[in-house]
């Protein structure tokens, strides 16, 4: 699968076609626009980082400095910067427990999703039944099923089963919804397997559970690594799910962070922090594993 | 996030579609379903359930009991909310995906050029990580009105200030009972008329002292020069009191850069900028009358009001576009990897240029791709609820509103009206149907070969 140094595979494909040496001219130009590119590219680059830079030196300057002067002032003034706001941040229990939310629904929603989705993938994949093709061919319809569709219904569903409100609920409302793409990915992922390889498994009398364990998962790693990534993230970054299923106890950092908007517009001293602190977590994984990532999200979008 | 499949793109992960398999393994139905079911009830009950379900109370009144009939919907197309709503996502759908596609398309291309690509993709695909709440926070910054404070106005009002004569001493005015009086339309005119020879003296008050810490101290002109008309324009103030009105006393500050008209009948006849000093010479006899115009004078520009009801819904898609372009990026730069480089150099050639090898080669062989990101950030777009929530504020609100947020705000910010919010569901739902059913079509089709 491709991925974001696509350009690497680009580069090594040679051409085929016998090309003439270029004229000293056709080399200025070549030159020159070359770079133009760069330069263009650079201003780019530095455009799109700005915003997020604004944020982490936002997050790093007193209420007084930043009245008084834009957030570019500290680049020159580096004595400006201070942990404060994150001191203060971190000693506010509303904001820790948000945070510590966040992970109590993401992480299970990913094994969730993981689990589930590789279970029904395998039998879809191998397991013949009536009605197979069809009941697949529903999933796939539901790919594009706007989440706010089951908004209502299932918040009166949960009201009715008493976890409204609740981290199960978030949870399970996210599970699946994160399912019909899961489903999907890791269902084409294992078609792949070599048949050769299961019916050995099968031979030396491996079980349906066994199976599953020790061929289909391994083999279906990458796949299942980059839905495990594209999930955790998904759910992590999420704020209207939570903010109609949770209530104050089981509020995400996301959540609590749009309270603070919501009631007083302006406060950089605690939104820059927060939202800085809900990036940490996502750039980390963004970082760390860019390549199941960027298949994850092509995944999604090609296939 | 989006997930779309459309047809005729190569698909880079999964191979061949599934065949027909016989038995061989030999599993029991049993165990299949038994593997099925945590999926099945899952999806049933959150998803498929409820989709029957808003379609049927969509069709019942705010209270859930009285039967409608299609009220909700004319609602939806006759309440101004919703028409405002209805508008912004149509301005959504189209404008959004062709920016970010097209910024998507130049990023890949360029990128091949330069050897820092990977370095390039990763910043311009970062804000894909984050959540959209994050981003709406960094938009708020970004946007914030006081120049001062939002780098997005900082950078509007330092381009215009380059391109647009700037006042300096927007708050300046005369002496009260001076000889220069305000004049129709701003500025200030000299009561007298002025020969060469001796030196006006031009006095102003209403800076603050603190502004004009670094310029210099006025000067009085010599009258011995002879060339032309001279004078001073200066801050009549002196720190710490002392000093006559209407002289040039030590300390006080001089107003460099100031527009000096000569006045004769009506009509301009010399003009002037006084120097760091504050003097200025005017190439004229007199008698004249002295003018300083109102360009020196006027409010300063303030940059644009980008969270204002006019530029809300643009400035938002601006911050969707931030977001997404890395998405456009990397999935066209995987299309265009698997265009045949043969092609392109057979095309350079014979002699085409750059552009045109890009507009009639590159560009219909990534046709597919490009439709495809086309495809999923409409989709993705009639979602988009996070960065309008986060990025309006309360008072354009209502102008930002998209059908995703009117669905949220009917249905569970205070309009308790769950019978309107369902019909949006179901309007969302309608629209991105067509897409469903090419993603049916297409798997069927594949299971068939």
Same mark, same amino acid.
């Given at each position: 699968?491709?991925?974001?140094?696509?350009?690497?595979?680009?580069?090594?494909?040679?051409?085929?076609?016998?090309?003439?040496?270029?004229?000293?001219?056709?080399?200025? =130009?070549?030159?020159?626009?070359?770079?133009?590119?760069?330069?263009?590219?650079?201003?780019?680059?530095?455009?799109?980082?700005?915003?997020?830079?604004?944020?982490?030196?936002?997050?790093?300057?007193?209420?007084?400095?930043?009245?008084?002067?834009?957030?570019?002032?500290?680049?020159?003034?580096?004595?400006?910067?201070?942990?404060?706001?994150?001191?203060?941040?971190?000693?506010?229990?509303?904001?820790?427990?948000?945070?510590?939310?966040?992970?109590?629904?993401?992480?299970?929603?990913?094994?969730?999703?993981?689990?589930?989705?590789?279970?029904?993938?395998?039998?879809?994949?191998?397991?013949?039944?009536?009605?197979?093709?069809?009941?697949?061919?529903?999933?796939?319809?539901?790919?594009?099923?706007?989440?706010?569709?089951?908004?209502?219904? =299932?918040?009166?569903?949960?009201?009715?089963?008493?976890?409204?409100?609740?981290?199960?609920?978030?949870?399970?409302?996210?599970?699946?919804?994160?399912?019909?793409?899961?489903?999907?990915?890791?269902?084409?992922?294992?078609?792949?397997?070599?048949?050769?390889?299961?019916?050995?498994?099968?031979?030396?009398?491996?079980?349906?559970?066994?199976?599953?364990?020790?061929?289909?998962?391994?083999?279906?790693?990458?796949?299942?690594?980059?839905?495990?990534?594209?999930?955790?993230?998904?759910?992590?970054?999420?704020?209207?799910?939570?903010?109609?299923?949770?209530?104050?106890?089981?509020?995400?950092?996301?959540?609590?962070?749009?309270?603070? =908007?919501?009631?007083?517009?302006?406060?950089?001293?605690?939104?820059?922090?927060?939202?800085?602190?809900?990036?940490?977590?996502?750039?980390?994984?963004?970082?760390?594993?860019?390549?199941?990532?960027?298949?994850?999200?092509?995944?999604?979008?090609?296939? | 996030?989006?997930?779309?499949?459309?047809?005729?793109?190569?698909?880079?992960?999964?191979?061949?579609?599934?065949?027909?398999?016989?038995? !061989?393994?030999?599993?029991?139905?049993?165990?299949?379903?038994?593997?099925?079911?945590?999926?099945?009830?899952?999806? #049933?009950?959150?998803?498929?359930?409820?989709?029957?379900?808003?379609?049927?109370?969509?069709?019942?009144?705010?209270?859930?009991?009285?039967?409608?009939?299609?009220?909700?919907? @004319?609602?939806?197309?006759?309440?101004?909310?919703?028409?405002?709503?209805?508008?912004?996502?149509?301005?959504?759908?189209?404008?959004?995906?062709?920016? @970010?596609?097209?910024?998507?398309?130049?990023?890949?291309?360029?990128?091949?050029?330069?050897?820092?690509?990977?370095?390039?993709?990763?910043?311009?695909?970062?804000?894909?990580?984050?959540?959209?709440?994050?981003?709406?926070?960094?938009?708020?910054?970004?946007?914030?009105?006081?120049?001062?404070?939002?780098?997005?106005?900082?950078?509007?009002?330092?381009?215009?200030?380059?391109?647009?004569?700037?006042?300096?001493?927007?708050?300046?005015?005369?002496?009260?009972?001076?000889?220069?009086?305000?004049?129709?339309?701003?500025?200030?005119?000299?009561?007298?008329?002025?020969?060469?020879?001796?030196?006006?003296?031009?006095?102003?008050?209403?800076?603050?002292?603190?502004?004009?810490?670094?310029?210099?101290?006025?000067?009085?002109?010599?009258?011995?020069?002879?060339?032309?008309?001279?004078? @001073?324009?200066?801050?009549?103030?002196?720190?710490?009191? #002392?000093?006559?009105?209407?002289?040039?006393?030590?300390?006080?500050?001089?107003?460099?850069?100031?527009?000096?008209?000569?006045?004769?009948?009506?009509?301009?006849?010399?003009?002037?900028?006084?120097?760091?000093?504050?003097?200025? @010479?005017?190439?004229?006899? #007199?008698?004249?009358?002295?003018?300083?115009?109102?360009?020196?004078?006027?409010?300063?520009?303030?940059?644009?009001?980008?969270?204002?009801?006019?530029?809300?819904?643009?400035?938002?898609?601006?911050?969707?576009?931030?977001?997404?372009?890395?998405?456009?990026?990397?999935?066209?730069?995987?299309?265009?990897?698997? !265009?045949?480089?043969?092609?392109?150099?057979?095309?350079?050639?014979?002699?085409?240029?750059?552009?045109?090898?890009?507009?009639?080669?590159?560009?219909?062989?990534?046709?597919?791709?490009?439709?495809?990101?086309?495809?999923?950030?409409?989709?993705?777009?009639?979602?988009?609820?996070?960065?309008?929530?986060?990025?309006?504020?309360?008072s354009s609100m209502d102008d930002a509103n998209v059908l995703a947020l009117e669905l949220y705000l009917s249905s569970f910010g205070g309009g308790s009206n769950q019978g309107v919010g369902s019909a949006i569901g179901v309007l969302l739902l309608l629209l991105v149907l067509p897409v469903m059913y090419l993603n049916v079509r297409r798997m069927r089709r594949e299971a068939r070969r």
């Open positions: 699968m491709s991925t974001i140094d696509a350009t690497t595979a680009v580069k090594k494909a040679t051409p085929v076609g016998q090309r003439r040496e270029p004229g000293l001219a056709s080399r200025i =130009v070549a030159r020159t626009s070359s770079g133009v590119v760069q330069v263009v590219l650079l201003v780019v680059a530095l455009f799109w980082l700005m915003p997020t830079v604004g944020l982490l030196v936002a997050s790093l300057r007193t209420t007084t400095d930043a009245n008084a002067s834009g957030w570019w002032e500290a680049l020159t003034e580096p004595a400006q910067l201070t942990w404060s706001n994150y001191d203060e941040l971190l000693s506010n229990e509303a904001i820790t427990d948000s945070l510590w939310n966040t992970a109590l629904i993401t992480v299970p929603t990913t094994l969730l999703v993981v689990v589930v989705a590789a279970l029904a993938a395998y039998a879809f994949a191998w397991v013949e039944f009536p009605g197979r093709d069809w009941v697949f061919l529903l999933v796939v319809g539901l790919l594009v099923v706007p989440i706010q569709v089951g908004l209502v219904p =299932v918040s009166r569903l949960f009201g009715d089963l008493g976890i409204f409100g609740s981290i199960t609920g978030v949870v399970l409302f996210h599970t699946a919804f994160g399912l019909p793409f899961a489903i999907f990915l890791l269902r084409n992922f294992f078609a792949e397997i070599p048949r050769e390889l299961l019916e050995a498994a099968r031979l030396d009398g491996a079980g349906e559970l066994r199976l599953f364990a020790t061929v289909v998962l391994p083999l279906g790693g990458p796949a299942v690594a980059s839905l495990g990534i594209f999930q955790f993230l998904w759910v992590w970054n999420d704020m209207l799910v939570a903010l109609v299923f949770a209530d104050s106890e089981s509020k995400p950092i996301t959540v609590a962070l749009q309270d603070q =908007v919501r009631q007083f517009s302006s406060n950089t001293d605690v939104l820059a922090p927060g939202a800085f602190l809900s990036m940490i977590i996502p750039l980390l994984v963004f970082f760390a594993f860019q390549r199941q990532f960027v298949s994850g999200v092509m995944a999604g979008a090609v296939k | 996030m989006a997930t779309t499949t459309a047809p005729g793109t190569a698909a880079p992960a999964a191979g061949p579609p599934a065949r027909k398999r016989k038995t !061989v393994l030999g599993a029991p139905l049993w165990v299949g379903l038994l593997f099925l079911l945590p999926a099945l009830v899952l999806l #049933g009950a959150l998803v498929v359930y409820p989709i029957g379900y808003t379609v049927w109370r969509s069709l019942f009144g705010a209270n859930g009991s009285d039967f409608v009939w299609f009220d909700n919907y @004319t609602e939806i197309f006759t309440g101004s909310d919703t028409q405002t709503a209805l508008k912004n996502n149509a301005v959504w759908v189209v404008l959004a995906p062709t920016v @970010t596609t097209a910024l998507g398309l130049m990023f890949a291309v360029l990128t091949e050029r330069i050897r820092w690509a990977t370095a390039f993709k990763l910043v311009i695909f970062m804000p894909m990580a984050i959540s959209m709440l994050a981003a709406g926070i960094i938009f708020r910054l970004v946007y914030e009105a006081d120049p001062e404070r939002g780098v997005a106005n900082a950078v509007v009002v330092g381009v215009h200030d380059t391109f647009s004569e700037s006042s300096a001493y927007p708050k300046a005015k005369p002496r009260p009972k001076g000889d220069l009086a305000a004049q129709k339309g701003g500025g200030f005119t000299t009561k007298a008329t002025h020969d060469a020879g001796s030196p006006v003296a031009l006095p102003l008050v209403g800076i603050k002292p603190d502004e004009l810490s670094d310029a210099q101290d006025a000067k009085k002109p010599s009258s011995a020069g002879g060339e032309g008309l001279v004078g @001073t324009v200066w801050l009549d103030f002196a720190k710490g009191g #002392g000093g006559k009105p209407g002289e040039v006393d030590p300390g006080e500050k001089a107003l460099k850069g100031v527009k000096v008209e000569a006045v004769k009948d009506g009509e301009v006849v010399a003009s002037a900028r006084t120097a760091s000093d504050g003097t200025f @010479t005017l190439d004229a006899e #007199g008698p004249v009358q002295l003018r300083l115009p109102a360009s020196n004078f006027t409010t300063p520009y303030n940059g644009v009001d980008w969270l204002g009801p006019s530029l809300i819904t643009p400035a938002i898609i601006g911050s969707y576009v931030w977001m997404w372009s890395g998405f456009a990026m990397v999935l066209i730069a995987a299309g265009l990897a698997s !265009v045949p480089r043969e092609l392109l150099e057979a095309a350079r050639v014979d002699g085409a240029s750059e552009w045109k090898v890009f507009t009639r080669i590159t560009v219909p062989l990534l046709a597919p791709v490009l439709a495809v990101v086309l495809v999923t950030l409409m989709i993705n777009v009639l979602k988009v609820f996070d960065l309008i929530w986060i990025i309006a504020p309360g």
